[in-house]
């Protein structure tokens, strides 16, 4: 079976196949992601403040407006979470190295030490649940994942 090159950002309406493909994606990715999130308890952290630490790790220094928008909150909401995780030693605060009147906001150690340490948990618990499946089960799972991949990789 070809290979077709993914569809251009056009106007055209996917297919009724895509479409249905599509529905059964989503849901199930989110319904993935909400049994994983079952791990996250163990972080101490609330779902909001961990979904901050994780933009201010993979971002690197970010301002708390730029992570206000990245997070879709206000930035007053973003303001009161970034200050508990200050608090909890999760992150700092480092002047912009451009331009002094920014501030910007920086993981520390224990925040990356803490975020990793979830998604270790989080592909523990993944992992375990797909080595369980037979080998050829497994083999489409790592071919949709890289199928995945792509898909984000060319929305950016």
Do not use: C, N
């Not at 163990?42 to 403040?49: E, Q, Y």
């Not at 618990?125 to 792509?150: G, I």
């Amino acid at each position: 079976m070809p290979t077709r090159r993914a569809r251009s950002r056009s106007t055209a309406p996917p297919s009724a196949e895509a479409e249905a493909v599509a529905d059964r994606l989503h849901s199930a990715a989110i319904h993935l992601l909400r049994a994983l999130r079952r791990e996250d308890a163990a972080s101490g952290l609330s779902a909001p403040r961990l979904s901050a630490l994780s933009v201010v790790v993979f971002a690197g220094p970010i301002t708390i407006g730029a992570l206000a928008a990245a997070e879709q909150v206000r930035p007053p909401t973003m303001t009161r979470l970034v200050a508990a995780l200050e608090a909890q030693g999760l992150v700092t605060r480092v002047p912009d190295p451009d331009d002094g009147r920014v501030v910007r906001l920086r993981a520390t150690a224990k925040g990356q030490r803490l975020l990793a340490a979830g998604r270790a948990r989080r592909v523990e618990k993944l992992a375990a649940q797909v080595d369980a499946l037979p080998p050829d089960d497994r083999a489409t799972l790592a071919r949709a994942a890289e199928l995945v991949e792509r898909l984000v990789a060319a929305d950016r």
